[in-house]
């Protein structure tokens, strides 16, 4: 019922997803920390890329030595050297 209710109050306020809980919230600290809250799935990692699915389409990022620091059910710590990120298709509503 909660989660109705957050949903519902979120899309009559019009919040961004990720402030009602739906969408992605990436935080990166310089090139070498990021912070994923609110992701799907892993798709693809390796230390050249690693591809999240999310609610709002696939994130991904590339770089040198990437490695998943942290892994838990709805956020995940990547460190490494970032040098590219890139959102690829889905349906924004």
């Given at each position: 019922?909660?989660k109705?209710?957050q949903t519902?109050v979120?899309?009559?306020?019009?919040?961004?997803?990720?402030?009602?809980?739906?969408?992605p919230?990436?935080?990166?600290?310089?090139?070498?920390?990021?912070?994923v809250?609110?992701?799907?799935?892993i798709?693809?990692?390796?230390?050249?890329?690693?591809?999240?699915?999310?609610?709002?389409?696939?994130?991904?990022?590339?770089?040198?030595?990437?490695?998943?620091?942290?892994?838990?059910?709805?956020?995940?710590?990547?460190?490494?050297?970032?040098?590219?990120?890139?959102?690829?298709?889905?349906e924004?509503?």
């Open positions: 019922m909660f109705k209710l519902s979120g899309e009559i306020l019009d919040f961004p997803p990720d402030v009602a809980g739906k969408g919230k990436i935080t990166i600290s310089g090139r070498r920390q990021i912070l809250e609110n992701y799907v799935s798709v693809n990692f390796s230390e050249e890329e690693i591809r999240l699915e999310t609610a709002e389409g696939e994130v991904c990022f590339g770089g040198k030595g990437l490695r998943l620091k942290v892994i838990l059910s709805t956020e995940l710590q990547i460190e490494g050297e970032l040098s590219t990120l890139s959102f690829g298709g889905g924004i509503k």
